[in-house]
């Protein structure tokens, strides 16, 4: 990857970025982007490189799922980029997938962007071709490309593209390498997309033949399954074709085989012949393997993801253990984990309240000097210090709030980032479970009797 | 495939999926020693030392290693409450109302069903890398990820010993 382009690239982002008033012009239209991916693989980082300050952080409608949205000007066009929840596979088995997976199907966004974290490949393809089979427009970011080049993994991006049939762009998020070529190719992409889109309704204005063509394409041989499978599920999507659901097809056979909850009671509402027919092939498959038949596609499906890692991926150098690892293992250590903990909170607290008093005594003490200033324009009467003693209410606030609360929660956000948090939760977590909560719990737990002290 | 405690507490070896107690599809009463040969081959996840690996097998809970558990179940740091999704008796459950025991199989579906989308499907290799101190959760390598699970979890993932 040559840098000094990578450098001019975000020049011209940061450019484009600056423009957002002049360029009304060239103004091309809205798109939107989603960005989709496995938790822990840099997504928000990738957000954040795009969109800047130019975020807008809510919640999915009726639900406890962050959803973050940002905009960004590229090229002319006006790109809505939406920050899907971290999920690793799009079954219900939480409402971050849920979420995910109906705002694809129902909100169409013009191009999904499936963040692949380079170094754990396999995991993240398994992913990835659920997205293929869900028939959306994609575009993989080949991301954390540092973090595999370090664990000695080399991949080839060429061919991961041709297996897929989806392009591929190596990213480094971190040092926003890559994000040019990424928004390039994800332009492209969509114009291509529109036109095509705009010659299947001119043939189909001419001769009402295009259509049939249509969503036959999106899955290239060397995805396919067994074809014991494949077979069936050929089978269920033909019955499926004559009645227009809104998922494609092929993702709708796959699913009712897979026994998923939601797609058979949606088809169960318009046609009970075709989940008794899912049923029967299921229980063929079931019969064949000796496994239930969703367990049977999932191992069917990560043995495609883990046959496309193996021919991508190269492992170069032999693996020396990464700073981070060392540091996992110390932290989880079953004999310094414990020390190295109390340590770590202790020292925490310590500079929280230590740095917070020295703050605190430098308010207070520039809050009764501004005192002295006010009772020596206004006076003493009654009304003065009606208005003194609302001041003084703000104040306790602010002595409290600026040098205890904020660094605490700038201290929890930097530890939760380095994923120490977690590290205490797998400590912590049998303990915990004895009075009844969540290993997780335990720092809610803690700072809570610690600001109780400090109130 | 399993070997479930019948009745009588003779070892059995059933060969169907869901086995009910009226109607066991095949059953063989087994000896002892084949008993003892196959249990040395499978066992939970929860008994493999740090830096053992197996393959996965299924994620019924392993009778016999349960039957076992049963006696030692007050060990430190195991006597917080089991609920009622006890391994002990799996294969024959009849007791409980008919809600409870489909939401027990709903939530133990979807629990498999997140096992097997982050990696752990039967056949895999697995590792345990390393597993927290006071009976803890267990840190495992599945397919180049290191996940942790609940040794609640793991004790119901059998393997066979590599």
Redesign the interface.
């Known amino acids: 990857m040559n840098i000094e382009v990578e450098k001019e690239g975000n020049l011209q982002l940061a450019l484009e970025h600056g423009r957002i008033g002049s360029d009304l012009s060239a103004k091309k239209g809205e798109l939107r982007i989603a960005l989709a991916g496995n938790a822990n693989v840099g997504k928000s980082v990738l957000f954040n490189q795009m969109t800047g300050l130019h975020q807008h952080i809510g919640n999915w409608p009726g639900k406890t799922v962050e959803r973050a949205e940002g905009t960004l000007h590229f090229k002319g066009y006006t790109i809505d980029i939406i920050d899907l929840p971290g999920i690793y596979s799009l079954s219900t088995y939480s409402i971050e997938e849920l979420v995910s997976r109906e705002y694809i199907i129902d909100e169409k966004p013009d191009l999904v962007i499936n963040v692949v974290d380079a170094s754990l490949i396999e995991r993240n393809l398994f992913f990835t071709l659920q997205l293929i089979e869900l028939g959306t427009p994609l575009l993989i970011a080949l991301n954390q490309m540092d973090l595999a080049k370090r664990k000695g993994i080399a991949i080839a991006t060429d061919k991961l593209e041709e297996l897929l049939g989806v392009p591929v762009i190596p990213t480094i998020a971190v040092k926003g390498i890559g994000i040019f070529d990424l928004l390039d190719k994800a332009i492209e992409i969509i114009e291509k997309g529109q036109k095509r889109k705009q010659q299947l309704v001119s043939e189909k204005n001419e001769g009402g033949q295009g259509e049939t063509s249509k969503e036959e394409d999106y899955c290239s041989d060397s995805l396919k399954y067994g074809s014991e499978i494949e077979g069936r599920i050929g089978k269920l999507a033909a019955l499926l074709k004559k009645n227009n659901f809104r998922y494609p097809d092929r993702y709708m056979a796959i699913k009712l085989l897979e026994e998923d909850k939601e797609i058979i009671e949606e088809t169960g509402k318009i046609d009970t012949k075709i989940s008794a027919e899912a049923k029967e092939l299921a229980k063929d498959i079931e019969k064949i393997h000796n496994h239930s038949c969703s367990t049977v596609i999932t191992s069917e499906r990560y043995e495609k993801a883990g046959w496309i890692a193996r021919n991508v991926m190269q492992i170069k150098s032999p693996i020396k253990p990464l700073i981070e690892e060392r540091l996992h293992d110390i932290t989880t250590h079953r004999i310094f984990g414990y020390p190295i903990m109390i340590i770590i909170l202790f020292s925490m607290f310590l500079l929280v309240f230590t740095f917070g008093g020295w703050l605190n005594s430098l308010l207070t003490n520039f809050f009764y000097g501004v005192q002295s200033i006010f009772q020596g324009t206004f006076g003493v009467e009654t009304i003065s210090a009606l208005v003194w003693s609302i001041i003084e209410g703000l104040i306790a606030g602010i002595t409290i709030v600026l040098p205890y609360i904020i660094p605490f929660y700038f201290i929890l956000y930097v530890l939760e980032n380095s994923g120490y948090l977690s590290r205490i939760a797998f400590l912590m977590d049998n303990l915990m479970h004895k009075i009844g909560l969540h290993g997780k719990a335990f720092i809610p737990m803690i700072n809570h009797g610690a600001f109780c002290g400090a109130g | 495939?399993g070997i479930y405690y019948s009745k009588f507490n003779h070892r059995v070896l059933i060969d169907s999926?869901n086995p009910t107690r009226e109607s066991p599809n095949c059953y063989h009463i087994l000896k002892n020693k084949v008993t003892n040969s196959m249990m040395r081959l499978l066992a939970n996840l929860t008994e493999l030392k740090n830096g053992q690996s197996g393959i996965i097998f299924?994620f019924e809970a392993h009778p016999c290693r349960a039957r076992l558990r049963r006696r030692r179940r007050r060990r430190w740091?195991s006597w917080?409450k089991r609920g009622s999704t006890d391994p002990d008796s799996l294969p024959f459950k009849t007791s409980g109302n008919e809600k409870e025991l489909g939401k027990n199989a709903e939530n133990e579906?979807?629990c498999?069903?997140?096992l097997?989308?982050?990696?752990l499907?039967?056949?895999?290799k697995i590792v345990v890398v390393?597993s927290?101190?006071?009976?803890?959760?267990l840190?495992v390598l599945v397919?180049?990820?290191r996940i942790?699970i609940?040794?609640e979890i793991a004790s119901r993932i059998t393997i066979e010993v590599m």
């Open positions: 495939m999926k299924n740091g917080h579906s979807q498999v069903q997140r097997m989308d982050l990696g499907t039967p056949g895999t390393k927290a101190p006071f009976r803890g959760p840190e397919r180049g990820s942790v609940g040794r």
